[in-house]
């Protein structure tokens, strides 16, 4: 992250609180979601593919029951894998958010925010093989590490703006 993070003492210590909280809760959600036997786990991912068939498509309501189930199992494998990188890249943006305000800056922060999602990802999956018709995954603890990374850059390049925006004033 660009910002000097050891200059800003009053973020830093409500952030050294908050963030850190924040991260442990967004772990135990993740964890919540990978406890999920794979009929629930289903069963959410093809209820949130029916909200998107409302949402997205015009005349989805005019369709048949058999073409909206249809829509929905189509999409429900994409939409699990898209929860798994979005749930990591909040997990990623919470734990560089804690090494911000502890003053690990820089790339050192980016690593370390990264490296401890990837872990997370990892013992995840662990924990997946011990759930009613789960698997864990290598591929799934790479999708997850990657949305980490994306996490990371995004709050990378949130604060690289605020920074040339603090300049300007």
Request: contains cysteine.
């Amino acid at each position: 992250m660009s910002l000097d993070c050891k200059k800003n003492k009053t973020l830093s210590k409500i952030s050294k609180i908050l963030l850190p909280v924040l991260a442990l809760c967004w772990m135990m959600v993740i964890f919540w979601f990978s406890a999920a036997p794979a009929p629930e786990s289903s069963e959410m991912s093809y209820t949130v593919g029916l909200q998107i068939g409302k949402i997205a498509v015009a005349d989805f309501d005019a369709w048949t029951t058999e073409e909206q189930n249809a829509f929905a199992e189509k999409i429900e494998y994409p939409i699990r894998k898209m929860a798994h990188a979005t749930e990591y890249a909040i997990l990623g943006m919470l734990v560089s958010g804690t090494a911000y305000a502890y003053g690990i800056c820089g790339k050192k922060a980016i690593r370390y925010a990264w490296i401890w999602a990837a872990f997370y990802a990892a013992t995840d999956e662990f924990h997946q093989l011990f759930v009613p018709g789960r698997s864990g995954q290598i591929r799934d603890v790479i999708l997850d590490s990657a949305g980490a990374a994306v996490g990371i850059l995004i709050l990378c390049r949130v604060g690289r703006v605020r920074q040339r925006v603090a300049r300007k004033k």
